[in-house]
């Protein structure tokens, strides 16, 4: 006999904010009980407990599943400084080549090209790690 798989439970940001509202203003103190009658599977709700600070703190949308968050992080973070200058030398006419954005990073964020190079296992191979990041730039 094949059993069915559990159909997996979504809660949008809504849902979360009403059942801790809800826990709190009910004065439960059996958090599985709770969590049972309001038919949530405790880890889960474990875990929205962990995170409360964060879930009743949040601005994002009601209908979203996620707090927001967990896209992929800047390699490059002065990137709008970057833009700006890429932007400001093609205004005056100027070509913007990879060696010029090598430069601009040299003089005015030396720390962070450091400590870039520095997680490289040569300098070498940091240079050209370097120069094909800014190349997708």
């Given at each position: ?69 967990q896209g992929r992080k800047p390699m490059i973070p ?6 700006y200058y890429m932007r400001e030398r093609r205004s ?29 296992k040569s300098e070498e191979v940091g240079f050209e ?9």
């Amino acid at each position: 006999m094949v059993t069915a798989k559990r159909q997996q439970q979504r809660y949008t940001n809504r849902d979360r904010k009403a059942l801790l509202a809800r826990f709190h203003a009910s004065g439960c103190v059996n958090e599985k009980q709770f969590s049972r009658d309001n038919n949530v599977k405790y880890q889960t709700w474990q875990g929205w407990r962990k995170k409360e600070q964060q879930i009743t703190s949040s601005k994002r949308h009601g209908r979203k599943a996620t707090l927001g968050g967990q896209g992929r992080k800047p390699m490059i973070p002065f990137a709008a400084d970057l833009l700006y200058y890429m932007r400001e030398r093609r205004s005056n006419n100027k070509y913007v080549r990879v060696f010029h954005l090598m430069q601009w990073i040299r003089r005015h964020k030396n720390d962070w090209l450091v400590a870039y190079i520095a997680a490289k296992k040569s300098e070498e191979v940091g240079f050209e790690s370097l120069r094909c990041l800014l190349l997708r730039f």
